[in-house]
């Protein structure tokens, strides 16, 4: 694996209604198990109550706003938010406006420590 800058809008985008993903890396890109993405949610759009049983994820919101729901808990995230989520969480998301939401999202597959 090498050191590797991405320029704005680089990677592959997938539309998923009114929501753009654009993942930087992935797992199978030769990066482990690390995937990077960005995202760009118009106000009133995200992701319905999920979880991820095999991996990690991490929210960065740079720009917008969201109510967030983390477990049991409802969060009200602006720019500057950084949310961890431990694999298995149940979490969901929707932007409020009004702006559109920019975030950057992470996940880290379980890697064995004999890996």
């Known amino acids: 694996m090498q050191p590797k800058h991405f320029h704005p809008g680089e990677g592959k985008t997938f539309k998923i209604g009114r929501m753009s993903l654009t ?10 198990a690390y995937t990077v993405c960005e995202a760009i949610e118009p106000p009133e759009s995200g992701a319905g109550f999920h979880r991820h049983p095999s991996y990690d ?6 720009d917008g706003h969201y109510d967030f729901r983390l477990g049991e ?3 009200k995230l602006g720019s500057g938010d950084v949310v961890f989520v431990p694999r298995g969480t149940p979490h969901g998301f929707v932007s409020t406006g009004p702006e559109r939401v920019v975030r950057s999202s992470s996940a880290l ?7």
């Open 23 to 32: 993942f930087k890396t992935t797992a199978s890109d030769h990066w482990n």
């Open 57 to 62: 994820e991490t929210f960065i919101i740079c």
């Open 73 to 75: 808990e409802l969060l």
């Open 109 to 115: 597959r379980g890697v064995s420590s004999t890996q």
